[in-house]
């Protein structure tokens, strides 16, 4: 039941994005776009074959019913010229978009992009070429009339396919999930690129911005047909703020931009009826599309490298900084502490009986474990003060401008909040303690690496006494 709601919704879809482009047309059957053929690759993406029942039965009641041309001949010729044009708009467009899959559409990266750019065009070509051929064959138009159709048949369809698809496969998510039907992974791709969170005032701002170059280019085109083509070029200069919306406002902002413009592009183009302003503006609106989308590309870069140095400076299981970069930090700390002449401490502990708990519990109860144990640490520490995990349980922290006496304070709280309440996972519960090794680096003489050593002695000592207390390093031996 609820997969014949999807094709029932998808088909009066179809039907109202084709009364909008009949709405829009600026002249007797052509529009500058074509707003049904990117609900149909938008299927194509995300249902694959199993969108095309609400595809065909919308092309074909509307085309049977003279949605579009006015056909005069009887009705039952009109619905086979529907269903063959049907099957011709919804198989090439299913097909196409099965093609566009195959190079990867689970994110917005440069290739996919890339790819979207070269697929929707060929499958509009593709889809354009089966139609009329439907037609012809059907009786509904002759070859001649095919012929002069052909260009702007095709390019309405592919302004409709690039700049409409994205959005109108988010809202074609957005059933699916609230019907709660299955849908592929690459549904989600518009989550990958989340907004910098400039408010509905800030968006609406930069929207405004982009219809500005649009009714500037209006103004000229009505006001002086001499001027129409140059004047069209205006529409161009609407890149910028649509820029500037992909780089800081997420995926699906971006395309409700894409497809808010082009929906202003195609209405102005309607008002201004046919001139030398129409290719113009329909290749504005494939540009300003496919630039948007291409500027998604770039947080999307942004935060797979931020990612990835996350990845190398921070252990994935607990957060802590890893072994190379928190002796990075630490090396760090100490040319500051020298340059200043303010103290720097370091403390090194493991986890108590740590393989025993593995042992009793199992690893998973380890892990969590691990993980809560840094982030009370966390939790307890400074901003300026650094975890790190060495490897295994066992763990270290760097205390800049603190004293011995200061860092053993801080340490014997790190000891406190771990005892305090014991680890549960998967209705296991465990008490865990920490023995503790303290020591100030001799900032004239050592490195954050020998005074960890020295404050990995003074932990080892802490064990031998009895566990889960804090022991203070051995100082240097004064120079000779």
């Not at 109860?365 to 349980?393: I, K, N, T, Y």
Request: proline share 5%.
């Amino acid at each position: 039941m609820r997969r014949l709601l999807v094709h029932v919704v998808i088909g009066l879809a179809w039907t109202g994005l084709a009364l909008l482009a009949r709405v829009q047309e600026h002249s007797p059957y052509a529009s500058l776009w074509f707003p049904p053929a990117g609900l149909a690759f938008a299927v194509g993406v995300i249902l694959g074959w199993r969108g095309l029942p609400g595809i065909l039965i919308a092309v074909a009641a509307g085309t049977a019913g003279a949605l579009f041309n006015g056909d005069p001949r009887p009705w039952a010729e009109r619905l086979v010229t529907g269903l063959a044009y049907g099957a011709a708009h919804g198989f090439s467009y299913l097909a196409g978009a099965r093609v566009l899959i195959r190079f990867g559409v689970e994110r917005p990266s440069p290739r996919a992009v890339s790819a979207f750019l070269l697929v929707g065009p060929a499958t509009a070509l593709l889809a354009t070429v089966a139609g009329l051929g439907a037609l012809v064959v059907t009786g509904a138009l002759t070859a001649a009339e095919a012929r002069t159709a052909l260009l702007p048949f095709w390019l309405g369809d592919a302004v409709a396919v690039i700049a409409l698809t994205p959005l109108l496969a988010v809202g074609l998510g957005a059933l699916l999930d609230r019907l709660r039907v299955d849908a592929p992974e690459r549904l989600y791709v518009h989550a990958r690129v989340t907004p910098v969170g400039s408010g509905a005032r800030g968006f609406a701002f930069k929207l405004g911005l982009c219809l500005l170059p649009l009714a500037g280019s209006a103004l000229v085109v009505a006001g002086s047909p001499v001027q129409a083509l140059a004047g069209s070029h205006l529409v161009f200069f609407g890149i910028v703020p649509l820029t500037w919306i992909a780089h800081t406002e997420g995926a699906v902002r971006t395309y409700a931009a894409i497809a808010a413009l082009s929906t202003a592009i195609a209405g102005t183009g309607a008002a201004l009826g046919p001139g030398l302003h129409e290719q113009s503006y329909q290749f504005a609106m494939m540009i300003l599309a496919g630039s948007a989308c291409f500027g998604l590309a770039v947080p999307v870069l942004y935060s797979e490298n931020q990612q990835l140095r996350l990845r190398l400076t921070h252990d994935s299981l607990t957060g802590a900084h890893t072994r190379a970069h928190f002796f990075e930090v630490g090396e760090r700390e100490l040319e500051r502490a020298r340059r200043f002449g303010t103290p720097l401490a370091v403390a090194a502990f493991d986890i108590d009986h740590f393989k025993a708990i593995n042992d009793a519990h199992g690893h998973a109860f380890g892990d969590a474990v691990l993980v809560a144990v840094s982030a009370r640490c966390r939790q307890e520490l400074r901003s300026s003060d650094a975890l790190g995990r060495l490897g295994g349980e066992e763990f270290a922290v760097v205390l800049p401008m603190t004293t011995e006496d200061a860092a053993v304070e801080t340490v014997q709280r790190l000891a406190e909040v771990l005892r305090r309440e014991p680890v549960v996972h998967a209705g296991e519960q465990r008490q865990v303690t920490a023995s503790f090794g303290v020591a100030v680096v001799d900032l004239e003489r050592e490195t954050v690496p020998a005074a960890l050593a020295r404050a990995d002695r003074a932990l080892y000592e802490a064990k031998r006494a009895g566990r889960d207390r804090v022991h203070r390093a051995e100082p240097l031996p004064p120079q000779g």
